[in-house]
Nanobody
Framework: QVQLVESGGGLVQAGGSLRLSCAAS????????MGWYRQAPGKQRELVAR???????NYAESVKGRFTISRDNAKNTVYLQMNSLKPEDTAVYIC??????????????WGQGTQVTVSS
């Protein structure tokens, strides 16, 4: 019922910027949190940033000061503004959300991921 669709990934040079978007759609009653994970080959999936329905955010230490997460509640959309990108930011970025459907069932949902590649 609920889908997460990401966009905005691509190839950039080190020092460049990208803005990722993730839109949740379907029979949504409420969204507890939305955020972004990333996974690079040979590495564990890690939480990059998350924003709760109440507003608090958290970031991985490696991206603090460079990435900013925000949301548009009316559109059920979360954004990740990524500045000063480094080659080590290269990964598949996956949208994640805890969603309560109109049925009142609550599940964690995952998008398909969008590739971010930062060249040196």
């Amino acid at each position: 019922q609920v889908q997460l669709v990401e966009s905005g990934g691509g190839l950039v040079q080190a020092g460049g910027s990208l803005r990722l978007s993730c839109a949740a759609s379907g029979s949504i009653f409420s969204i507890n949190y939305m955020g972004w994970y990333r996974q690079a080959p040979g590495k564990q999936r890690e939480l990059v940033a998350r924003i709760t329905s109440g507003g608090p955010t958290n970031y991985a230490e490696s991206v603090k000061g460079r990435f900013t997460i925000s949301r548009d509640n009316a559109k059920n959309t979360v954004y990740l503004q990524m500045n000063s990108l480094k080659p080590e930011d290269t990964a598949v970025y996956i949208c994640n959300a805890l969603v309560t459907a109109t049925t009142r069932s609550t599940y964690e949902h995952w998008g398909q991921g969008t590739q971010v590649t930062v060249s040196s």
